[in-house]
């Protein structure tokens, strides 16, 4: 039995990568498709873009939309995407979620709601960024002490959130590896005169432009070297491969809240 996939953000540009990737998995069916309201996609066929029809028409309509459902992968705004999850939960269906950009408030409501469903939410689904996510655990612990660590990010010109949600996992695991507390030592950008640098801060500094698909580097800068680990994607095809991974993952577990490193089999 094929497990039934819906697409939330189907006309986005992950929304397309999403739904090819699902057309060409012989595991996979997708069963739905869902735009906001008052979007011009709802009403067509969700692979229509392609000139590969789907036979599923684009939906705003939940009802329609996650009829028959098993699992549905998000890649929206962080309102759409807690309008998705309060319905998801009500029904049973399970959530891949990739939004980035939620505040404290809609990340305890996703935790609230793996209380109902089963969810795998992470801010990069590929699995070169969640490995690099152990390089970064591994040398935090050993640049702990005379290195300054900065995160530089760059993404396309139409990207809303910033720092994007890789960058700020990127300082979360760092933070954790060495005892701080991400609240407390990040740096969001720098103007004017800012003094010298406070070596228990994390930086970060965000570029936007073109179409750069996604590049993290975290440089740990010592005196007399510096270090940098970097993460660079060329297509967002391992974003796409990556949260059918996910889905996958998600086909047995009925409730519960996981992350990429789990279905990836990274956790300590
Ligand atoms: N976890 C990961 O691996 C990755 C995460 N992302 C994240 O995924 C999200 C989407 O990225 P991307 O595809 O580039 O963005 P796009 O803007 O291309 O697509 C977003 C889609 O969601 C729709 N949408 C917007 N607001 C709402 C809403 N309130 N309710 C329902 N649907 C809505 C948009 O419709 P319309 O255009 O009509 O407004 C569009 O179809 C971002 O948060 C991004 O950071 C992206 C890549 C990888
Ligand atoms: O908006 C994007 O494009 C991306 N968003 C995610 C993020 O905010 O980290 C993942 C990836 O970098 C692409």
């Known amino acids: ?57 684009i939906q705003s309509d939940l009802d329609k939309g996650l009829a028959g459902v098993d699992v549905l992968i998000d890649f929206t705004r962080p309102e759409g995407t807690l309008h998705h999850l309060e319905y998801c939960a009500a029904h049973g269906i399970k959530m891949v979620i990739g939004t980035t950009g939620f505040d404290e408030a809609g990340k305890a409501a996703i935790r609230a709601a793996a209380a109902r469903t089963a969810i795998m939410f992470a801010p990069n689904m590929s ?98 070297e510096r270090i940098e680990i970097s993460h660079k994607s060329s297509s967002r095809v391992s974003y796409a491969q990556g949260s059918l991974r996910a889905a996958r993952y998600l086909a047995d577990k009925r409730t519960g809240l996981y992350d990429m490193q789990d279905v990836l089999g990274l956790k300590d």
């Open 1 to 57: 039995m094929t497990l039934r996939i819906a697409i939330a953000g189907a006309s986005g540009r992950m929304g397309h990568m999403l739904i090819e990737a699902v057309q060409a998995a012989p595991d996979l069916t997708l069963a739905g498709a869902l735009d906001r309201v008052g979007s011009p996609a709802i009403g067509t066929d969700a692979g229509a873009f392609s000139g590969q029809p789907a036979g599923v028409v």
């Open 127 to 224: 699995v070169g960024v969640n490995v690099t996510l152990k390089l970064l655990e591994m040398a935090a612990k050993n640049f702990a002490e005379g290195y300054d660590i900065e995160i530089i990010e760059a993404h396309h010109r139409h990207k809303v959130d910033a720092p994007s949600g890789t960058a700020l996992k990127m300082g979360e695991v760092i933070a954790d590896a060495l005892g701080r507390d991400l609240k407390e030592c990040a740096v969001y950008g720098r103007e004017g005169v800012t003094g010298a640098r406070d070596p228990s801060t994390i930086g970060f500094a965000t570029i936007r432009g073109g179409d750069i698909v996604g590049d993290h580097t975290v440089l740990f800068a010592g005196i007399g």
